[in-house]
């Protein structure tokens, strides 16, 4: 065996089970060699006859690594604001070892070259790097990508993200068609016509500061047709396909995706850290949210919502409506949000804050069980991209584990990130829960100093 790790005497998770056990874990060759459960130090002959090296686990939990289904690496063509091999050194740090690239790269990733492109080897990716091409030329909802050849290099979905496809004969199309394939399509839920200038949430917060609003109805709208479609589509053609909500963040949106899943549709959908943390009157400059008037650090798209809207994303976490939490990872370069808000781009970093925001604010103050909120960012992901070889422990699997400190509260230092951008709201932010160590596919890729 080479490259062996031995993870010692730490409190094995397994996250779809919601369990756990004192054990160790031993690595070799890239998967997971051997688990052993009891009293430390079963494993250690075998650990010494490997050369391994032995990573002492005590009082810290060992847990299948996490799964990001909605990352932008902004490779190719925006390697200012971060590159595959620093937007995944980022992800190791915060406990990652499988990420999903968005294709609003430039050029788009809209073709089996940059799909290739974004996979390859030589971007020296720290983790798993999975990508869901666009699924309409460039991203423009006008004309399908050739989502089978894409399917068959690797494509483990389609998305136009940061753009819907607001045509329906187009997205009618291309749920037949990803069905047919037995991967999702991701949807950007916002009826572009409605937001036109728009740069926050609709609502008294905007109001008071001049800005133009997004109205709820610009996400739900599109939610509502789209699961129109589906329900079209089942009847007419007899394919089930998959819509994968991105990043909901109204209530009204939310209830369209749970009484969808209640007629047994094949709705799935992901909620972003930052919408169960903050509302919009951060942008009006709130001291407990560490924000200051128009600060472009709490700009993102869909926006910061009222604390209705935030409360009901979080009620829809802890009652399973919301199927993982996403950080749409966006970086950007300082000089890009340091402009008038109604200019700054949107989108924040959030990797490295995804597991200390999760479980300071959904297992510390709403009391939602730590493996629940751990299978969220495991188990629950890798479902939703059909992976059933990701996101737990078991013998033969990939070696992906993180090791963290579940008991750990931190302030969260922007300055030590490996993104190359810093664009984040949670800059001291109170995190619950510290990456320790994480491997990715047998390789210690984070350690912390």
Request: hydrophobic content about 45%; aromatic content about 4%.
């Amino acid at each position: 065996m080479s490259g062996a790790v031995l993870l010692r005497g730490g409190t094995l998770l397994q996250p779809a089970e919601d369990r756990s056990f004192r054990g160790d874990v031993l690595i070799a060759d890239g998967a997971v060699a051997a688990i052993h459960t009891g009293e430390a130090g079963a494993l250690d002959a075998r650990a010494k006859d490997a050369g391994a090296e032995v990573i002492d686990c005590t009082g810290l939990a060992v847990a299948p690594g996490f799964i990001d289904v909605h990352v932008h690496l902004r490779e190719p063509g925006q390697t200012h604001k971060e590159t595959i091999a620093t937007g995944t050194r980022a992800a190791a740090a915060g406990g990652f070892t499988t990420v999903v690239a968005m294709p609003n790269t430039s050029p788009v990733t809209d073709s089996v070259e940059w799909l290739e492109f974004v996979m390859s080897p030589k971007r020296q990716a720290a983790v798993r790097v999975l990508a869901m091409p666009a699924v309409t030329v460039g991203s423009m909802g006008e004309r399908l990508t050739d989502m089978a050849a894409l399917h068959a290099a690797g494509a483990v979905g389609f998305t136009d993200d940061g753009k819907p496809v607001l045509q329906d004969e187009v997205m009618r199309e291309a749920l037949r068609t990803a069905g047919r394939l037995g991967v999702p399509v991701s949807q950007h839920a916002e009826d572009t016509r409605m937001t036109v200038g728009a740069s926050m949430n609709a609502g008294p917060v905007s109001f008071r500061l001049g800005l133009r609003g997004m109205p709820v109805e610009a996400e739900s709208s599109i939610v509502e047709r789209d699961i129109r479609l589906l329900e079209e589509i089942e009847r007419a053609d007899k394919v089930r396909p998959h819509l994968h909500v991105q990043h909901v963040s109204t209530a009204k949106a939310l209830e369209a995706i749970r009484q969808a899943k209640r007629r047994g549709l094949h709705v799935t959908c992901e909620v972003a850290p930052h919408h169960i943390a903050l509302t919009d009157e951060a942008i009006a400059g709130d001291a407990a949210q560490r924000s200051v008037r128009y600060d472009t650090r709490f700009k993102m798209n869909p926006p910061l919502r009222s604390a209705e809207d935030r409360d009901a994303c979080i009620a829809a976490v802890l009652d399973g409506t919301v199927d993982v939490l996403a950080t749409d990872h966006a970086p950007h370069a300082a000089w890009e949000k340091g402009v008038e808000f109604e200019r700054a781009p949107n989108g924040i970093v959030g990797l490295e804050t995804a597991l200390g925001v999760a479980l300071r604010v959904l297992h510390r103050e709403h009391g939602m069980a730590q493996g629940k909120v751990l299978a969220l960012m495991t188990s629950a992901p890798a479902k939703v991209l059909g992976r059933d070889d990701l996101g737990a422990l078991g013998v033969g699997l990939s070696a992906d584990v993180v090791v963290f400190d579940a008991g750990a509260s931190y302030a969260y230092d922007v300055t030590a990130t490996a993104s190359r951008s810093r664009n984040t709201p949670f800059d001291g932010a109170a995190m619950v829960g510290r990456v320790r160590y994480t491997v990715s596919q047998g390789r210690v890729v984070f350690r912390a100093s």
